[in-house]
């Protein structure tokens, strides 16, 4: 382990020097974080190029029932933070290969839109999209984007204010040398960790067994983002295909395998640790495997009811319905962490951090937790 973590040190090293991102959004982002401002990090291997995500969002608030004096001092911070940013594009606009300035203010209505683009090699031309007044570019080493926008709801405003900066490294390799996510070897090095915390009072780990077969259809299901009060017995939580339409072999069916750790609320200090070597493991892996397809999402807390995936291993074309997720969340329970792997399409069902499995809707729980009002 001492090994591999040494050869992945490197490994990052390199890449981040080779990474040259623009200094000033980097001086940007440390500045965000140092007003309060959470930075949200995120990598993709799309295969010829990996895309590098720093994103930011933050509500700058006008209560009527606070005096103005009272508000400005709330919002200095993020007022210091929005100016910076400003600042930041208007200067970088004049090295830039293209860029897109938009304001507008009236009363306490205010839209602001930024865009700016570097190109990689000398000649790229970037793709611009325009709707309405925003504009995003395409084809671009580096671009970045603000938008900021006065939502006026019954008495209050808030303005919300959307911060996206993306670097596009290129890949070494070519999309025919990619390969499916190793979720068995990621599995192995994360393995061991999870073993340590089982060995904690109250922690637990639970099997994952979601399966529906072709011809089972449920007609009502919980998607992300979307809510229903309907009941079935086989409701599901949200589903989602990890197989292309015209992927037959495993089109309407689908199996999800792996564990489920649970960590009570009074061991924070240890999910914590757990997490952030988690994060660490995972970060060094996606660098050290360019060759895999990926998504990686940095994580240093649980949030509260979101499916947060520090690692998914995306379908690569030679392997469309085969998927890895490694997911973290808070809930009244605890602290979650979820490594699965599925085969055709995922389903999630309700309740599932309380059932031993789920097969064409028949739940079965584990032993003392079957919900009160569950009618199976």
Same mark, same amino acid.
């Given at each position: 382990?001492?090994?591999?973590?040494?050869?992945?040190?490197?490994?990052?090293?390199?890449?981040?020097?080779?990474?040259?991102?623009?200094?000033?959004?980097?001086?940007?982002?440390?500045?965000?974080?140092?007003?309060?401002? +959470?930075?949200?990090?995120?990598?993709?291997?799309?295969?010829?190029?990996?895309?590098?995500?720093?994103?930011?969002?933050?509500?700058?608030?006008?209560?009527?029932?606070?005096?103005?004096? /009272?508000?400005?001092?709330?919002?200095?911070?993020?007022?210091?933070?929005?100016?910076?940013?400003?600042?930041?594009?208007?200067?970088?606009?004049?090295?830039?290969?293209? @860029?897109?300035?938009?304001?507008?203010?009236? &009363?306490?209505?205010?839209?602001?839109?930024?865009?700016?683009?570097?190109?990689?090699?000398?000649?790229?031309?970037?793709?611009?999209?325009?709707?309405?007044?925003? /504009?995003?570019?395409?084809?671009?080493?580096?671009?970045?984007?603000?938008?900021?926008?006065? %939502?006026?709801?019954?008495?209050?405003?808030?303005?919300?204010?959307?911060?996206?900066?993306?670097?596009?490294?290129?890949?070494?390799? %070519?999309?025919?040398?990619?390969?499916?996510?190793?979720?068995?070897?990621?599995?192995?090095?994360? +393995?061991?960790?999870?073993?340590?915390?089982?060995?904690?009072?109250?922690?637990?780990?639970?099997?994952?067994?979601?399966?529906?077969? +072709?011809?089972?259809?449920?007609?009502?299901?919980?998607?992300?983002?979307?809510?229903?009060?309907?009941?079935? @017995?086989?409701?599901?939580?949200?589903?989602?295909?990890?197989?292309?339409?015209?992927?037959?072999?495993?089109?309407?069916? &689908?199996?999800?395998?792996? %564990?489920?750790?649970?960590?009570?609320?009074?061991?924070?200090?240890?999910?914590?640790?757990?997490?952030?070597?988690?994060?660490?493991?995972?970060?060094?892996?996606?660098?050290?495997?360019?060759?895999?397809?990926?998504?990686?999402?940095?994580?240093?807390?649980?949030?509260?009811? @979101?499916?947060?995936?520090?690692? @998914?291993?995306? /379908?690569?074309?030679?392997?469309?319905?085969?998927?890895?997720?490694?997911?973290?969340?808070?809930?009244?329970?605890?602290?979650?962490?979820?490594?699965?792997?599925?085969?055709?399409?995922?389903?999630?069902?309700?309740?599932?951090?309380?059932?031993?499995?789920?097969?064409?809707?028949?739940?079965?729980?584990?032993? &003392?937790?079957?919900?009160?009002?569950?009618?199976?």
């Amino acid at each position: 382990m001492k090994k591999f973590m040494m050869a992945i040190a490197g490994i990052v090293l390199c890449l981040t020097a080779n990474a040259q991102v623009n200094p000033m959004f980097t001086e940007l982002e440390d500045y965000l974080q140092e007003q309060g401002i +959470e930075v949200f990090y995120s990598q993709r291997n799309k295969g010829e190029w990996i895309d590098h995500e720093r994103s930011a969002s933050f509500w700058i608030n006008h209560y009527r029932d606070f005096p103005d004096s /009272v508000m400005a001092l709330r919002n200095k911070p993020l007022q210091m933070a929005m100016d910076s940013i400003r600042r930041t594009f208007s200067v970088l606009s004049t090295s830039a290969a293209e @860029s897109y300035m938009y304001e507008y203010h009236r &009363g306490q209505r205010d839209t602001i839109e930024y865009s700016i683009a570097f190109a990689g090699e000398e000649g790229d031309s970037a793709l611009s999209f325009k709707h309405n007044n925003a /504009v995003s570019f395409r084809n671009m080493r580096e671009v970045g984007r603000l938008h900021y926008n006065n %939502t006026i709801l019954s008495a209050d405003t808030f303005g919300n204010a959307r911060y996206w900066h993306h670097y596009y490294e290129q890949n070494p390799l %070519t999309w025919e040398q990619l390969q499916d996510f190793d979720a068995e070897g990621f599995q192995q090095l994360i +393995e061991p960790f999870f073993q340590a915390a089982l060995k904690e009072k109250g922690v637990k780990s639970y099997p994952i067994y979601w399966r529906h077969d +072709e011809g089972y259809t449920d007609s009502v299901y919980w998607s992300r983002g979307k809510g229903s009060d309907k009941e079935t @017995s086989g409701g599901l939580q949200f589903k989602y295909t990890l197989s292309h339409d015209d992927d037959e072999e495993n089109k309407h069916t &689908g199996m999800t395998t792996g %564990t489920h750790y649970l960590i009570p609320k009074e061991k924070e200090m240890l999910a914590l640790e757990l997490l952030h070597r988690l994060d660490s493991i995972s970060f060094a892996y996606v660098n050290a495997h360019p060759e895999q397809v990926y998504s990686y999402h940095r994580y240093n807390r649980y949030y509260k009811g @979101s499916w947060g995936a520090l690692v @998914s291993g995306t /379908v690569h074309y030679r392997n469309k319905g085969r998927g890895y997720e490694l997911n973290c969340f808070l809930d009244e329970d605890g602290f979650h962490i979820v490594s699965i792997v599925t085969l055709g399409e995922m389903w999630m069902p309700r309740d599932w951090t309380k059932l031993k499995s789920w097969i064409n809707g028949e739940r079965i729980y584990f032993k &003392g937790m079957k919900p009160k009002d569950s009618k199976k």
